[in-house]
């Protein structure tokens, strides 16, 4: 089954914790403190390639976790940090934030790849909070929990040329004439529920990659019929052929709402080159209105070609023109960075928001502050307050009314307000 959407869920891994370790040694009365670090979460990452064509990976499995990085040890070892998550997703693939719907990557080529959720960094261990003062610090961090975030991929299909048309003008008959594809094939409008893709081999030097379209009715691009759900396909082809039904009562005017369509969707649409083909001129019916519409189509700028898909009359002419059209077209710009939308945001912000149970703050700073905070060990404690003192957070409390006693939440944590 050909799939071109689907959400996904991604959490990369939670860096592993520091540790708080004293150095143990026979004759060695004051061992130093020597806990060593946690490890680096993992990432995960989207890589493309080149072997897949659809999202069918995505229908079973749209949870993607990767591993937490390991523990500190102590003699100063650090924990081990956790590999990285790679997902392949096919060439084409668009990926947007669930929330925002704003673009996050456009996997195009082969190489490239993406970080979507950055693993977190290993807590420290006590070995870094020794001072003159403080020789024997029982002080250290939870590792930095790993980013969650859902997203949301589209497959826009990557081939030479796309083919056009209404619905059951022939276009995955002539498909199936060029190239091997197998598709549906039927003598009622909308066969085609999926596109399909094909190779065309001219000679040992000259191939084509083909898409066959489903059909485009009037209202497409918002949504009617198969919907706009196909047209962003036609966005990475180089060339289209608009392939017009000889047995329509007025093909002329179906090129034109194909057309329309196309440019409503997507107005760069209109600015690829078209090879205008009259499709079924082995009919009677075709051959007396292929002298008119073609008549019609050279006053608008087009060199019309007719062939029988069915019976593959002039369908090896039809391809060389293609594929001079597509040798002519510019390749798709290959870019060095895959462009990535971050949106701007204060990490150190926060809110207070008075609740009937007490008082909750919320801010990405202050949350991961508390996630890798070991509230058994009072150094770790005093470090936070610190840390709620400098971000402004005390200041805001008192000002909201908090008073001695108060519960003050903060993610899954309750804490006690004293003064």
């Excluded at 990767?66 to 997902?87: C, F, Q, R, T, W």
């Excluded at 409503?264 to 082995?282: A, G, T, Y």
């Excluded at 009359?313 to 939308?341: D, G, N, R």
């Excluded at 809110?351 to 919320?362: A, F, L, N, T």
């Amino acid at each position: 089954m050909f799939i071109d959407e689907a959400e996904i869920y991604v959490k990369s891994g939670k860096g592993g914790d520091g540790v708080v370790h004293f150095h143990r040694e026979k004759f060695v009365a004051r061992g130093g403190p020597d806990g060593g670090d946690g490890g680096r979460g993992g990432d995960v990452i989207f890589k493309v390639s080149p072997h897949l064509n659809t999202l069918a990976q995505f229908r079973h499995k749209n949870r993607f976790v990767a591993s937490d990085g390991g523990k500190g040890g102590p003699n100063n070892m650090s924990g081990k940090s956790a590999e990285s998550l790679i997902v392949l997703v096919p060439p084409g693939s668009v990926i947007y934030d669930s929330l925002t719907g704003n673009l996050i990557a456009d996997l195009v080529h082969g190489d490239q790849s993406i970080i979507l959720c950055k693993g977190g960094r290993g807590g420290k261990g006590n070995q870094h909070f020794a001072t003159s003062r403080n020789q024997a610090p029982r002080n250290a961090e939870r590792g930095e929990p790993g980013e969650i975030q859902n997203f949301k991929l589209e497959l826009r299909l990557i081939a030479d040329v796309g083919i056009i048309g209404i619905p059951n003008a022939g276009k995955s008959s002539l498909l199936a004439a060029i190239t091997n594809a197998k598709p549906k094939i039927g003598d009622y409008p909308f066969t085609t529920l999926e596109p399909n893709l094909g190779v065309a081999e001219l000679d040992q030097e000259t191939t084509l990659v083909l898409a066959d379209i489903p059909g485009l009715i009037e209202g497409a691009h918002q949504g009617a019929g198969l919907g706009d759900a196909f047209l962003r396909h036609i966005q990475r082809t180089k060339v289209l052929i608009h392939l017009l039904d000889g047995l329509s009562v007025d093909p002329i005017a179906d090129f034109s709402q194909i057309n329309s369509e196309m440019a409503l969707f997507d107005p760069n649409l209109s600015k690829k080159p078209q090879l205008v083909v009259f499709n079924k001129i082995d009919l009677p019916e075709a051959q007396e209105r292929w002298k008119s519409v073609s008549k019609d189509l050279k006053k608008r700028g087009y060199i019309p070609l007719a062939v029988s898909a069915l019976n593959r009359q002039e369908i090896t002419p039809m391809l060389w023109k293609v594929a001079e059209l597509v040798q002519k077209s510019p390749e798709l710009p290959v870019q060095e960075e895959i462009p990535v939308y971050r949106p701007d945001k204060n990490e150190n912000s926060f809110s207070v928001q008075k609740i009937p149970e007490g008082y909750r703050v919320s801010g990405a700073a202050i949350e991961r502050a508390a996630e890798m905070t070991y509230w058994e060990y009072d150094g770790s404690v005093r470090r936070f307050q610190k840390l709620m003192e400098k971000l402004g957070v005390d200041d805001a409390l008192r000002n909201a009314g908090i008073e001695e006693g108060d519960t003050v939440f903060i993610r899954d944590y309750e804490l006690e307000w004293m003064d």
